[in-house]
Structure formats: C-alpha cells, structure tokens
C-alpha cells in the first residue's frame, strides 16, 4: 500500500502538540471540517484497519480496550477485522458498559455483527496480533493495577503490537512512562503529532509512529499553535555551512576546547576530533601538562596546549571564537580555576559533562552558552538553582534550565530536546548503539564547529544532535553493540559535506 493510497502518514509532519491541545480542540476541529466526532472514530478504526490489513498477521488480532474513546476505536477496529472475515476478539479491560456516546455506539455495532467479548485473558489462545485501544490522550499517572497485569501477561509474546493514538501508560505531553506501560511495534496516532511520544523513554513504548490526521488536520492546525518541532531531515541539513570558493581556514572559525584532566585524556581529544571533522578552521585543544603529547599523538591537526593554571589559559582564550568546557576536565582545583576563567569569557562556549557539574555548584545565567545536560546532569542543574518542584517531565525540564540559566539546552537522550527561550526541536536521529562512552564529547564538539562557522546556538544544536545520530545510524550498520564514539567521524565528515 503506497502513502498515497493509505489512510495514513509514515511521513511525518514537523510540528507536534501536547496530547491535552489535540483533546481539547478536536471537537472545533471538526466542526470546522464539516464533520462530527462520531465520523472521526469511524475514520481512526478504518485507518487502523488499513494497517492491520497490510500485516497478515500470523495468528488471531486481540484488541484490548478500555472504557473511553480509544476503546470505541478498538471497538470500531474489531467491527471491521471480523467483517473481512479475521479471526478477531476484544478483551474489555473495564465494563463495556461504562462506554458512552459514540464508544458505547461502536461497542454495540461490533456485537450485533458477532463479534467477540471477553472478560478474561485466554491462555491456550496466542494471538499474533495485540491492539492496544484502553487508554488515549487524557492518560497521566499509573495504570490501574488489572491492565497493568494484563500488559505484563502479554510481555513476552512475540505478538506484534500496535498501539491506539498512544500506548497505554505513555503521557502524549510530557513522554513521562508508567511501570508496566504498553510497548508497541507501531503507534497510529490521530489528527496530530503528539510530543510526548518522540522522547525519552516514550520512544521506546511507541516504536514507528504513523498519523492518521482523519481528514480534519488542516482545521486542527489552524485552530492551535504547536508546542514544539519535530524538524526534518531535509530541513536541518539545508544549514549546514556552505564554504565559498575563496574560504580559508581562518574564516571557518577557531575552537579552544578545554579539558582532560589527569588521566582524562580521551574525553577531549574526542571532542576535539569530531570538532575538525564537522568543519572547524582551527582547533585547539587546553588540557593538563600531562595529558598534552596523548591528546595529540595521531591526530596533528590539533594545536595542542599543555595548561597548568588559569594565567596560562588567558592567551588562548583571547584567539578563540568559540569554546568548549567539561570533556574529562574533573572537578579538582585546576579544574574549578579553568571553569572560572572560561565563565567571565564573551565568546560562544558549549558546557558538558564536568563543565555541567561545576555549574551546578555555581549557577548562573549564561546566555552565550549551549548547556548539553544528559538527565541526571539536567537534575542536578534544576537542583542547583532551587526549582520549585521536581518533575520527571524531559519537556518540563528542558524549558526550566533553558528559562533559569538563559541559555540554549540540549536535553540529550532518545529524542533529545534542544531548547532556546520558547523554541523547542525533538530531534529524530539516534539508535540505541548510541550507549557508549564518548558520545556526549563528540556531540560538544560537533556543535563547536557549526557555532565557529556561523551558525546561532539553536540551530547549530539542531543540526548538531541531527548529524550525531545519524552518523551513528550509518556506523551501526556493521553492528550496533560494540560501536564507539570515534567510529563516527568518518560519517559526520560525510554528513557535513
């Protein structure tokens, strides 16, 4: 079945909402397409039903529903499958009679055609198909304890899964998870993207995403602004530096990355890599006396510094344009004067790893700063300047550091946020062979090098994680466990062009 002919979008839009905007405005959505929201339920169970069509799947379709309009989904769904002669049953995880309106309306409509109802799990019955339709938009919190014991019977069957609009236990606005949330191969997600499903954990709860805008999308978009950016490839490749014909080295910006403390060699000398190879002019590279031959054996392009004190860092950082703070810097003394000397400079630093601990020792609004906080750095930089409540919300976070420190935010992780002001991208790039050491020294280095060549701090972050994990998608293809953090360079040259 090609895009064209489907009910449904792979190609997904570049503006996504919170699941509460998508609730709240799909009545007037509707209203203004000239339709009504009986006819979208109707609509979201035929899209999902072209999906199931194309599976084939190898065994009966299960259909989990529970007592809102996502189960009147699955109940429309179900009507279908056994229309076109599947082997189909529905398991109500709550009593079908506490549906009402049009849910209530789909659920009789499947039982006068025969369909099927079960009140229990089937043991001797395997399905190859699991359809998640019990919890939709307005979900929050923790599964109630009976379907949470239902997704963990079916854990470890090696059903495919399809999730309805979001699986079940997956906030759609701030990608928070609950244990036991349903985990899906596919999510159908209807009339706009949801940002909760794109980051974090979500991701890994809603596999591939596909939308079902059901003929009211252009209304929607009319009626709501988004609440963040889902950027294309297209769209964040179209930055990348163009060199003219005349460039010369001096014109393609000149980095200082500072750090490596003793025995900490490697973390700059990544960072300092991935900096030449995503188009820096000139890098240099301050590290402690004893770390200086190691940081530039084998790679002598780098001007290499050996730094014992602040006095010493001064002259260098008077010829950079940009700089780099954190990779192995430690938090020893030396460190903490090397941190000092760079808080007071004016040019555009990019803050990792230690650079972000010592930050947090010492808040401060930095408004030339990247900021590239994994969570439990961004926990402990909310934690430094006193944030009114704890939240375990990535979206939440993000806007707290990015409002508190006046800076752009990189909240790494599946679907990292980067964050300036009001602005807010999820990227789309990544894989999980993303889990090794390095990886976070070679993204400080790579947004170095776009920030030297001219880029403002928000999109050379964007483009940035962009290039990192795509990179890392291509340098998975020969075996993603095992995968280091310099196997990348040779792609990020590549993607940079």
């Known amino acids: 079945?090609?895009?064209s002919q489907a009910k449904y979008l792979t190609n997904l839009p570049q503006v996504a909402y919170t699941a509460q905007a998508v609730q709240t405005n799909e009545a007037e959505a509707a209203r203004l397409a000239g339709t009504t929201l009986s006819a979208l339920m109707q609509r979201a169970g035929a899209a999902l039903f072209d999906y199931v069509s194309s599976l084939a799947p190898c065994g009966p379709i299960l259909i989990l529903t529970g007592k809102g309009n996502n189960g009147g989904d699955g109940y429309v769904l179900a009507r279908l499958c056994h229309q076109a002669g599947m082997e189909v049953a529905v398991l109500a995880l709550f009593d079908p009679q506490q549906l009402q309106g049009d849910a209530y309306e789909a659920y009789q409509a499947y039982l006068s055609g025969g369909g099927v109802v079960l009140d229990s799990v089937q043991p001797d019955n395997a399905p190859g198909l699991i359809v998640d339709a019990v919890f939709g938009s307005g979900f929050r919190g923790q599964l109630p304890e009976n379907v949470a014991t239902v997704f963990r019977h079916f854990a470890s069957c090696p059903a495919h899964r399809l999730a309805v609009d979001i699986p079940?236990?997956?906030?759609?606005?701030?990608?928070e998870v609950a244990c036991d949330a349903f985990v899906a191969d596919v999510t159908m997600t209807f009339i706009a993207l949801k940002q909760g499903v794109l980051s974090g954990s979500a991701k890994r709860h809603t596999g591939s995403v596909y939308l079902a805008q059901l003929g009211v999308g252009r209304e929607f978009a009319q009626l709501v602004s988004p609440s963040s950016h889902y950027f294309s490839k297209e769209t964040l490749l179209a930055k990348r530096p163009v060199r003219p014909m005349d460039s010369y080295k001096n014109r393609c910006g000149h980095v200082l990355l500072i750090g490596g403390?003793?025995?900490?060699?490697?973390?700059?000398?990544?960072?300092?890599?991935?900096?030449l190879r995503a188009g820096a002019g000139l890098v240099s590279v301050a590290t402690h006396p004893d770390n200086q031959a190691m940081v530039l054996q084998g790679r002598y392009e780098l001007m290499v510094h050996g730094v014992a004190n602040a006095q010493a860092l001064t002259p260098l950082l008077d010829k950079a344009d940009t700089l780099v703070i954190g990779p192995g810097l430690g938090q020893s003394e030396w460190a903490h004067a090397l941190f000092d000397a760079v808080r007071s400079s004016e040019q555009h630093v990019v803050v990792d790893a230690d650079g972000l601990n010592l930050l947090a020792g010492q808040p401060m609004q930095w408004q030339n700063a990247v900021l590239t906080p994994h969570w439990g750095e961004a926990r402990r930089l909310s934690t430094a300047i006193k944030a009114d409540a704890e939240t375990s919300s990535r979206f939440a976070m993000s806007n707290m550091l990015a409002q508190h420190y006046q800076a752009c935010v990189v909240l790494k992780g599946p679907g990292t946020l980067v964050q300036q002001e009001k602005r807010i991208n999820i990227n789309r790039s990544g894989c999980a062979a993303m889990a090794s050491a390095g990886m976070g020294d070679v993204l400080s280095g790579i947004i170095a090098a776009l920030l030297a060549q001219g880029?403002?701090?928000f999109d050379a972050a964007m483009l940035a994680v962009y290039i990192h994990g795509l990179a890392a998608e291509k340098a998975a293809h020969d075996g993603a466990n095992g995968l280091l953090a310099s196997d990348l360079f040779v792609h990020i040259r590549g993607i940079i062009g």
Not at 261 to 275: F, K, Q, S, V
């Open 1 to 3: 079945m090609s895009i």
């Open 168 to 175: 079940s236990g997956v906030n759609g606005s701030t990608s």
């Open 261 to 275: 403390g003793p025995g900490m060699a490697g973390a700059i000398r990544l960072a300092a890599e991935a900096c």
């Open 455 to 457: 880029l403002s701090k």
